[in-house]
């Protein structure tokens, strides 16, 4: 079954600083790939997803992920982030009948001044 | 456009309770999923409903059900009511086509069992 794993709980990054979250997958074709953020108490907000063509995926807020086949990630990056940034951040990917996502545990991002 | 729209957004029940959550897809959406999210944990797949029939269940017990109405909004119902069943319940919707894949939530509601 398709999954993906998130090896990072909690990251701290101080405000402008550059932020990577990491994301694996585990799947034997090419797969969709999603990352979602939730600040406290809201639902899911898609940020970007990764379906097939240019590995590197642009998406809102000034996100993007690159995916990377030879190292099965999916990791997303920021160049500098702001103080409203801190959430959670979920990877997720679709199954192969596309009926349900399964995500990663997800990583919650702090923000210093 | 207007996007996934959920109520109540707070619930607090007691335990062999019964509950009646609901959600309203995005414009043009013909496929609603249903999620649980408890406290510190990704969202979990319940089931999902395409066109009124179910299209796919999560591991969760019979006495989670749904509903899709020919609008496309659903229901998630739960009955006997457990503590463990308290969690922030994640409705999304997708598209049929090209972009069928991708599910755009929700801002979820808040179910507390006491």
């Known amino acids: 079954a398709q999954s993906v794993t998130q090896p990072d709980i909690h990251i701290t990054v101080s405000e402008g600083a550059s932020l990577e979250l990491r994301c694996n997958y585990s799947y034997g074709a090419t797969p969709y790939l999603f990352w979602y953020v939730q600040s406290p108490g809201q639902g899911l907000q898609l940020l970007l997803k990764?379906?097939?063509?240019?590995?590197l995926v642009q998406g809102i807020k000034g996100f993007e992920a690159e995916f990377k086949r030879s190292q099965s990630s999916f990791n997303l990056r920021k160049p500098s982030v702001h103080w409203s940034d801190a959430a959670e951040y979920f990877c997720?990917?679709?199954?192969?009948?596309?009926?349900?996502?399964?995500f990663g545990t997800g990583t919650r991002l702090t923000i210093i001044p | 456009e207007t996007g996934v729209t959920q109520s109540p957004t707070h619930l607090i029940k007691t335990r062999g309770q019964q509950v009646t959550l609901r959600c309203s897809s995005q414009?043009?959406?013909?496929?609603v999923s249903w999620y649980q999210q408890a406290l510190g944990q990704g969202p979990q797949f319940i089931f999902q409903y395409y066109r009124e029939e179910e299209n796919g269940r999560g591991n969760f017990p019979p006495r989670f059900s749904g509903l899709q109405f020919p609008n496309y909004s659903s229901e998630l119902n739960v009955n006997a009511l457990e503590l463990d069943d308290s969690a922030l319940y994640l409705c999304?919707?997708?598209?049929?086509?090209?972009?069928?894949?991708?599910?755009?939530f929700g801002p979820g509601t808040r179910l507390l069992v006491l």
């Open positions: 990764y379906f097939s063509g240019d590995t």
């Open positions: 999304a919707s997708s598209p049929s086509g090209r972009d069928q894949e991708t599910q755009y």
């Open positions: 997720a990917v679709p199954n192969f009948g596309n009926e349900k996502l399964t």
């Open positions: 414009s043009g959406h013909n496929t």
